[in-house]
């Protein structure tokens, strides 16, 4: 299994890249939001990869954090949603959004992922909305950008540079953080990863502590 490539990008498509990795070029399947963060041409890049194996093609799909690489395979669990319906929803909702439209049972929001229609929407809901919290409560771990700082470019003219790696993004740390503590002070995975998901929504720009007391607002118990 192919879980991680690191080396230089030699090529960018629509929807995937070629990535040479000491004279070796891979084929890696990307969605669009994963293409936009991808550094140019020539430089280092890294991704967290999947293997998807059929009896006539092999294929990897790759993924900026281990978080968004299992959501993919979650989506793959679900019937009717193959390798490319799933990078289609992660494409349009990233991984963060993917979790905040299930644990609220916003099919809609799914169905705007293209291929996607209603029928499909709603199934994934369905199927994956009693899964979501475990997934979200392991954001803290899995949010860590995919490092390429091992990556040594050798231009003609330069001396050999590595590659910085991007911080891990703060926000999967926030809600991630903030479910936990809704979890250890009593409350349902379920309840609590509802209620992170909607003030996450409402307020993108908070933190652990504004995540935790706006959704204890929302978990009150109402007179």
């Keep these: 299994m192919i879980g991680k490539i690191s080396g230089r990008l030699d090529w960018r498509g629509s929807d995937q890249v070629l990535i040479d990795v000491r004279g070796v070029g891979y084929i890696v399947h990307v969605s669009e939001r994963t293409l936009a963060g991808l550094p140019g041409v020539g430089e280092a890049v890294s991704l967290y990869t999947e293997l998807m194996v059929r009896e006539d093609l092999l294929q990897l799909f790759g993924f900026p954090t281990m978080l968004e690489k299992e959501w993919h395979k979650l989506l793959t669990t679900v019937q009717g949603v193959g390798a490319k319906a799933a990078m289609a929803i992660l494409g349009t909702l990233g991984a963060e959004g993917t979790a905040r439209a299930i644990t609220l049972g916003d099919a809609r929001a799914v169905q705007a992922a293209p291929g996607v229609g209603p029928k499909l929407a709603q199934r994934v809901i369905l199927e994956l909305k009693s899964k979501a919290p475990g997934v979200m409560a392991m954001g803290v771990s899995l949010a860590a950008t995919a490092s390429a700082e091992d990556v040594v470019i050798e231009p ?68």
């Excluded at 993004?169 to 349902?188: K, M, V």
């Excluded at 379920?190 to 502590?209: I, K, L």
């Design 156 to 223: 003609a003219t330069a001396a050999p540079k590595r590659a910085k790696a991007p911080p891990p993004p703060p926000r999967a740390a926030f809600t991630a953080d903030a479910l936990s503590a809704l979890i250890n002070l009593g409350y349902s995975q379920g309840d609590a990863a509802q209620a992170v998901a909607t003030v996450a929504g409402e307020t993108p720009e908070a933190d652990t502590a504004a995540l935790i007391r706006a959704s204890l607002k929302l978990l009150a118990p109402r007179g």
